[in-house]
């Protein structure tokens, strides 16, 4: 098989996010496929902070492993891809899934107690945290220092949760390719690259301001130490003979730390509409970090 280009080898536009995700990718995306490494059907992608998977639905490689902290989020792919027809059923349900404030706020309380968040099938998990997204102000997916979903009600006329099209299509890609998935820390999940795979890392990006932080979705936070750490596992992956990019916010710590890779960082524009002040919202300047030349 002669090299292609991930980004050809696409045949379903219906595999794409089925959740809302801060700091997704979609938007994006025309500039990320601008530099996306060519490769072959030997090679693995690597996506560690999978969130709603944008760039792995636009390329839907054969072989990928996808991770992330947010137990939750891997729940709702792995419920998607082995349990399909009781998510949808599930989601069917009007009376525990319907569009009204007393609705969301019964379902969205129901981490407030163990006994009865420890009662829910993954199944029932899956299709909260579906509702919850599609309803919820925003879109965004944001938890407290408990742990606990804490985005208010929406108030959206006719919210989408059950996207049959979009599910049954993501489920066809996830159970006819060799996809791992995984909720483990980031540079555990990345252990087996090789040289020649293409890893993608989306991490929670470093704020440009003391109130611009994104890391509300992980309990755990993302702080520059993490950063620091990302960037020796960046330099590991790239003494592996792995392709890397890595996407985060234009900040002078970042283009420091990454200075090493100045000749193949690229400086993008993108969209920014989840900000609690709506005079942030926005074109905002990011990068694209490489690891090897386009």
């Not at 002669?2 to 959740?19: D, I, M, Q």
């Not at 990718?25 to 902070?49: A, C, D, G, N």
């Not at 938890?143 to 009600?153: A, E, K, L």
Request: charge should be positive; aromatic fraction near 10%; glycine fraction near 6%.
């Amino acid at each position: 098989m002669k090299n292609s280009t991930l980004a050809r080898v696409k045949t379903n536009p219906l595999v794409r996010p089925f959740l809302k995700w801060a700091g997704g990718k979609r938007q994006l995306l025309p500039e990320i496929l601008k530099y996306v490494p060519k490769q072959t059907s030997k090679h693995t992608y690597y996506e560690p902070f999978i969130g709603g998977g944008a760039l792995l639905f636009e390329l839907q490689p054969p072989k990928a492993v996808i991770n992330d902290r947010n137990g939750e989020l891997i729940n709702c792919y792995e419920v998607i891809r082995d349990s399909l027809n009781e998510l949808m059923e599930e989601l069917s349900n009007d009376h525990k899934y319907s569009n009204s404030e007393k609705s969301y706020y019964e379902m969205r309380d129901l981490d407030r107690s163990n006994k009865k968040y420890a009662k829910l099938s993954t199944v029932e998990k899956a299709a909260r945290i579906i509702y919850l997204n599609k309803t919820c102000y925003n879109g965004l997916f944001r938890v407290n220092s408990q742990g606990q979903f804490n985005v208010p009600f929406g108030r959206y006329k006719n919210p989408n949760f059950l996207d049959d099209a979009v599910l049954r299509a993501v489920n066809k890609y996830l159970i006819s390719t060799e996809i791992t998935m995984s909720n483990l820390d980031f540079a555990k999940a990345i252990e087996g690259a090789k040289k020649g795979d293409f890893v993608y890392l989306d991490p929670p990006y470093d704020p440009v301001s003391e109130t611009a932080s994104f890391t509300g979705y992980d309990v755990n936070g993302f702080n520059r130490d993490e950063q620091e750490r990302l960037k020796k596992v960046f330099d590991d992956l790239t003494q592996r003979g792995c392709k890397v990019m890595m996407s985060n916010s234009c900040t002078d710590f970042i283009l420091d730390l990454y200075k090493d890779y100045q000749d193949t960082v690229k400086k993008v524009r993108a969209t920014r509409s989840i900000n609690s002040n709506a005079l942030k919202r926005g074109m905002v300047d990011e990068v694209l970090v490489l690891n090897y030349e386009v």
